[in-house]
């Protein structure tokens, strides 16, 4: 029960929940009319992407918290001695079975789906292995990786609707700002360790000045689905998530202590879980 409860801790089985929510909620309520929702949920293919897309994140964590098991002892150490209950070896081999198990299923919905998956399980450990390690890019990269596999969907329907892309860009934005914060929370183990994060790098006050001009940045976006959509529908969101957006840059210009930017990273993860939720609004 122990193993089995460190290894969902391990997986952040609460990130790889709302990932399958939000490419179940994109299928019914943006790729296809809402009324035939039976019709798209039996669709074998979307199944074996959702599915596909969970072994492959699952084993991203695994290989990502390897390679950052020192800095992890430093940051939050009760949490990562829990996680090693189960044994390097064990984990590792868990990462190649998941990953194993990806490709088959994405096999499964065709060998474009394989390529594209094939290609995401190299992204995600070329990531953890080289990526991460390099400033902003590491925080580009992680932000990207984390909605590949909602574009999996996308790219097997065939969307092409330039307002879903404007939406899903806003939300790549709130993903980055959150990945600079978690940076910051994490400042003290990057530092012992090495890592070349922002705040290492630039410090901390410019990098609060980083993310305010990217909160701003999410402005544009925001207007041109305010303007598409007349102020209706999916509008309603991003009048709540700017807001919260706004009280964020607030807090942030306070936040100077690893628990007030863990508060700041608990907020952005509202926003996106907001966020996944309102793909229902599409339909509206």
């Known amino acids: 029960?122990?193993?089995?409860?460190?290894?969902?801790?391990?997986?952040?089985?609460?990130?790889?929940?709302?990932?399958?929510?939000?490419?179940?909620?994109?299928?019914?309520?943006?790729?296809?009319?809402?009324?035939?929702?039976?019709?798209?949920l039996s669709n074998p293919d979307l199944h074996y992407m959702v599915f596909a897309s969970l072994f492959c994140i699952a084993g991203g964590y695994i290989i990502n918290n390897f390679y950052d098991l020192e800095k992890d002892l430093i940051n939050r150490p009760g949490k990562t001695v829990y996680e090693k209950i189960l044994k390097q070896s064990t984990t590792l081999r868990l990462y190649f079975i998941f990953n194993l198990i990806g490709a088959v299923l994405a096999l499964m919905a065709s060998f474009k789906v394989f390529l594209f998956f094939s290609a995401f399980i190299f992204?995600?450990?070329?990531?953890?292995?080289?990526?991460?390690?390099?400033?902003?890019?590491?925080?580009?990269?992680?932000?990207?990786?984390?909605?590949?596999?909602?574009?999996?969907?996308?790219?097997?329907?065939?969307?092409?609707?330039?307002l879903i892309f404007t939406y899903v860009s806003f939300i790549l934005l709130i993903i980055f700002i959150r990945e600079i914060i978690k940076d910051l929370e994490a400042l003290k183990g990057d530092v012992i360790v090495g890592y070349p994060t922002l705040p290492v790098t630039i410090g901390v006050t410019y990098t609060k000045w980083l993310i305010v001009g990217f909160a701003l940045l999410g402005c544009i976006p925001a207007a041109a689905i305010f303007y598409k959509t007349d102020f209706t529908g999916i509008s309603y969101y991003l009048l709540v998530g700017g807001t919260g957006v706004f009280l964020s840059l607030l807090l942030l210009a306070r936040a100077n202590s690893p628990r007030s930017f863990a508060l700041l990273n608990h907020l952005y993860r509202i926003l996106i879980i907001g966020g996944i939720l309102s793909l229902m609004?599409?339909?509206g």
């Open 1 to 40: 029960m122990f193993k089995v409860s460190a290894l969902l801790s391990l997986v952040r089985w609460y990130n790889i929940f709302f990932l399958a929510l939000s490419q179940y909620l994109a299928a019914v309520f943006i790729l296809n009319p809402k009324w035939k929702w039976k019709q798209t």
């Open 123 to 162: 992204a995600l450990w070329f990531y953890s292995h080289k990526l991460k390690k390099i400033t902003f890019v590491g925080n580009l990269s992680a932000a990207l990786l984390s909605i590949t596999p909602f574009f999996a969907i996308f790219f097997y329907y065939r969307l092409e609707d330039l």
């Open 281 to 283: 609004l599409f339909a």
